[in-house]
């Protein structure tokens, strides 16, 4: 541009020295170089920072679909670029693992429903078991009460027979014809019985002491122990569900998304661009891996100009802009800056182990990306991805410059009909 201007202001100083206008002394030879060196250091120069440009392309978010499960595609519902509705069907995998494993928890959760109702009739029958024990116990306590009573009459029966005797031995050594032999082996018989029902008595009052003071009560604390333990296993929940229901179902919840995820669907209005994938092979659920990139139609494009550093200084959001497309030949495209994107690749250091070689990751003289988005007149164009173009930024300041910078942009779009200047 800048050349065109100095040919022009060479051409118009031609004609002014054949008209003899101006006379051909060294001062008018050398003009042109004084007003290249004038137009360059007051227009050109300032246009830089009040009316910057630089290369653009045409940007969106693109979803990289990552399948959730592995296994192998059984079909595939699309083709590259076809465009399909939200919530159509992508690919399918083979879903019979996962059916597979579904129905087995399903079982699984059956038999841990009836695993609780067991578990009911477990505590209600060790409940039981504590009553009957400390039933048998009190039996046991009336058979000690009952034991120390025969005790008492088989001791009072041999006192008896004790008294009996002494009165016979008494009377044989007063008289000892007055009690017949047979008489006094019946007494003595008598009370040899009597003490021996007294020991028996003795040893049943003692067994049944110890049923009373172990037995049941062992029996008693194995019963509550068994209570304890069938309360626990019963009542073991969690939100008010058995814990190893609540499991299962956990995990026949986490088996049934599994299966659920074997189709995969259109997030939203849009295609699927370079789809490689075929009916047969087999795909494995991988972090970052990406299966599929799928463009929405609910993602606008937009437009990134890169900017370098020094010619940033007075760009601001709602600063008018203008672009020029080969896309588009002869048109010049208006829009807005939305912002500066204040970072750069160069500018992250991704953690490690070892210090940053700083003196080999410094660069200056970078460019910084600022989004662009177009006026709504020129929302039925299309914006390819990818492509890319030019775009001048109309700061507040240097309006004059603004002009040129608006004759440069016109002159590239025209120019496209012929063809693309470099950088587009």
């Given amino acids: 541009m800048i050349l065109f201007i100095t040919l022009?202001?060479?051409?118009?100083?031609?004609?002014?020295?054949?008209?003899?206008?101006?006379?051909?002394?060294?001062?008018v030879k050398l003009s042109p170089v004084a007003f290249f060196l004038i137009v360059f250091l007051c227009l050109f120069v300032p246009?830089?920072?009040?009316?910057?440009?630089?290369?653009?392309?045409?940007?969106?978010?693109?979803?990289?679909?990552t399948p959730q499960v592995g296994g192998t595609i059984i079909k595939v519902h699309v083709q590259g670029n076809e465009r399909v509705k939200k919530g159509a069907p992508l690919i399918s995998l083979d879903p019979a693992p996962y059916q597979d494993n579904v129905n087995a928890l399903k079982a699984q959760l059956a038999a841990a429903k009836q695993n609780v109702l067991e578990l009911k009739a477990s505590l209600v029958a060790a409940t039981s078991a504590v009553?009957?024990?400390?039933?048998?116990?009190?039996?046991?306590?009336?058979?000690?009460?009952?034991?120390?009573?025969?005790?008492?009459?088989?001791?009072?029966?041999?006192?008896?027979?004790?008294?009996?005797?002494?009165?016979?031995?008494?009377?044989?050594a007063q008289d000892p014809g007055a009690v017949s032999k047979l008489q006094y082996e019946e007494a003595v018989q008598k009370l040899a019985e009597t003490k021996a029902n007294v020991k028996v008595a003795l040893a049943n009052e003692q067994n049944a002491k110890t049923n009373y003071d172990s037995?049941?009560?062992?029996?008693?604390?194995?019963?509550?122990?068994?209570?304890?333990?069938?309360?626990?296993?019963?009542?073991?929940?969690?939100?008010?569900?058995?814990?190893?229901?609540?499991?299962?179902?956990?995990?026949?919840?986490?088996?049934?998304?599994?299966?659920?995820?074997?189709?995969?669907?259109?997030?939203?209005?849009?295609y699927v661009t370079d789809l490689v994938l075929t009916e047969g092979s087999a795909i494995a659920r991988l972090a970052g891996s990406a299966m599929i990139n799928f463009i929405s139609d609910e993602e606008p494009a937009y437009i990134i100009a890169a900017i370098k550093e020094k010619n940033l200084r007075y760009v601001e959001p709602g600063q008018p802009a203008e672009i020029v497309l080969p896309l588009y030949p002869g048109e010049t495209l208006t829009g807005k800056v939305d912002y500066v994107v204040w970072v750069t690749g160069e500018g992250q250091i991704m953690p490690q182990a070892q210090i940053p070689m700083v003196a080999k990751?410094?660069?200056?003289?970078?460019?910084?990306?600022?989004?662009?988005?177009?006026?709504?007149?020129?929302?039925?164009?299309?914006?390819?991805?990818?492509?890319?173009?030019?775009?001048?930024?109309?700061?507040?300041?240097?309006?004059?410059?603004?002009?040129?910078?608006?004759?440069?942009?016109?002159?590239?779009?025209?120019?496209?009909?012929?063809?693309?200047?470099?950088?587009?």
Avoid at 11 to 23: R, S
Avoid at 235 to 245: A, D, L, P, Q, R
Avoid at 385 to 400: E, Q, W
């Fill in 47 to 65: 246009m830089m920072f009040w009316a910057p440009s630089g290369n653009v392309i045409i940007t969106k978010e693109i979803t990289r679909i």
């Fill in 215 to 270: 037995v049941t009560l062992a029996a008693i604390n194995t019963a509550v122990a068994n209570e304890n333990k069938a309360r626990l296993a019963f009542e073991s929940e969690i939100n008010g569900v058995n814990t190893k229901v609540a499991q299962v179902t956990a995990e026949l919840a986490k088996a049934e998304w599994d299966l659920s995820q074997t189709v995969i669907y259109a997030p939203a209005d849009g």
């Fill in 361 to 424: 990751r410094v660069k200056t003289g970078g460019e910084f990306g600022v989004k662009i988005t177009l006026d709504p007149q020129w929302s039925s164009y299309h914006q390819p991805i990818g492509a890319g173009g030019i775009a001048a930024i109309y700061t507040d300041r240097g309006k004059p410059t603004h002009v040129i910078r608006k004759v440069m942009m016109r002159m590239t779009a025209w120019t496209n009909y012929v063809f693309q200047m470099p950088g587009q």
């Fill in 131 to 172: 009553a009957q024990a400390k039933a048998q116990r009190e039996v046991a306590k009336g058979e000690v009460a009952a034991a120390a009573s025969s005790v008492v009459l088989a001791e009072a029966a041999r006192d008896l027979a004790q008294a009996k005797l002494t009165i016979l031995d008494d009377t044989r």
């Fill in 8 to 27: 022009v202001y060479c051409g118009l100083v031609f004609v002014l020295v054949k008209i003899k206008l101006l006379k051909p002394t060294l001062l």
